[in-house]
């Protein structure tokens, strides 16, 4: 422990002085873990707006049949810059800010290990997203391609936004791999003494587990997009089969990434799970160790399976049932954990607020999310649904009603913790409320739309589809404005409000007893040898 000789909040107090630029100071040298997990908590708030923005443009345009709103290009950036924007923007650092927040205050550590490192890689962010964002008032407009920006899409047909597209990504590659280096070397070396790892929170072990595949996959997101860069601008031919290379090797490199990259942005969403369902059944979390195994199983797995995504681009049938199986076996460990936190439920002495229902929420329609994702892993049944919405009902409910349902609930659990204040529970309940069943409206009717064969991607659809957009695109114009409320209560909770106790959930609904080791606040507190 005698790694670190500073006290953490010195640095914060010293850069607080008085007036409003040196508030901002403060902001910027901050090395303190729980500024920089609010200043990344905010970030991703405001880019899930701004990319939530982009899915108004597109749902407006899809709302009746013809082109009537954006030209198909625009439609294309907004396709493309959405879905960059929510993955690498909103999800990913909401989740580092709360691995921020959380992970040292969960192993009684006194900051995260690395801590001027910490802030760098939250402000090279903020940059990398304005190289992103800008790149859409270039002529001839920003990144056109997709989100996976295949080849040769993104290198022989692009614009010249490429290049800042490659760049943007470059800088939020890094600063992930920093924020991933920084929770392993927290956790290995930060923890209280006798906290061993099986004593680790399971949002602790989540992260850690994520950190290492981020660590392992961000270098070959740097490679694909390297190699986009010098084949649209140096003269190679990687992905140019007239030059003797492959596109499809790019949809090989690129899942490579991709496919544990989903991973990345689910993994401390069950760590979420794991931390609010215990506190709201009143009951310690049923099969800890089998949690864990299960998180470290679905992270292997992970780099087994990349290739279920390029069903249709004529691999040999070895592989297609190799990449089904492994496909399929994923959905075991996830079994195993959602079978664990309804077991958890099971008799105990529940109540029903906020956090627990996007808990609640989450686990029934992060399985529906499991149920099409091993639909789609069904090789023959794939050849039929692949690039159709279908496609996009599923990861949509993966990662809206999966990592951003548990983002809310993880927002809510933790805010009185964060603000000293209790959120206003009727303004939650209704935020709760309008946002289940706007997605569902949403993302559902698309499930049919695309088994029906609806392409995805594409700006104008056949007049069969015409009913099903409208009610698509209202469910998500009520969706967008159901977040409104949520920043409303973040401000509300911020400002003020009834003063939250330090055992806060523990007596939930006026009951008396308190709950053994699980309850989250319990681990909150530092041990002795660290005071």
Known sequence: MSTVTTDPHAHAEHDHHHGPAKGLKRWLYTTNHKDIGTLYLLFALTMFFIGGAMAMVIRAELFQPGLQIVEPNFFNQMTTVHGLIMVFGAVMPAFTGLANWLIPMMIGAPDMALPRMNNWSFWILPFAFSILLLSLFMEGGGPSF???????????????????????????????????INVIVTIMNLRAPGMTYMKMPLFVWTWFITAYLLIAVMPVLAGAVTMVLTDKYFGTSFFDAAGGGDPVLFQHIFWFFGHPEVYIMILPAFGIISAIVPTFARKPLFGYASMVYATASIALLSFLVWAHHMFTTGMPVFAELFFMYCTMLIAVPTGVKVFNWVATMWRGAMTFEVPMMFALAFIVLFTIGGFSGLM???????????????????????????????????????????????????????????????????????????????????PDYALQFADFNALISIGGFAFGLSQLLFVWLVVKCIKGGEKATAEVWEGAEGLEWTIPSPAPYHSFTTPPEIK
């Open 146 to 180: 997709g989100w996976t920006f295949y080849a040769p899409l993104s290198t022989t047909y692009s614009n010249d936004s490429t290049a800042l597209f490659v760049f943007s990504v470059h800088i939020m590659g890094i600063s992930s791999i920093m924020g991933a």
């Open 376 to 458: 789609l892993a069904i090789t023959p049944a794939d050849f039929q649904y692949h690039d159709t919405y279908f496609v996009v009902a599923h990861f949509h409910y993966v990662l809206v009603t999966g990592a951003i349902f548990s983002i809310m609930a993880a927002a809510y659990y933790w805010l009185p913790k964060w603000t000293g204040h209790m959120y206003d529970e009727t303004l939650g309940q209704w935020h709760f409320w309008c946002s289940l069943i706007s997605v569902n409206v949403l993302f559902f009717p698309m499930h049919f739309v695309g088994l029906a064969g609806m392409p995805r991607r594409i």
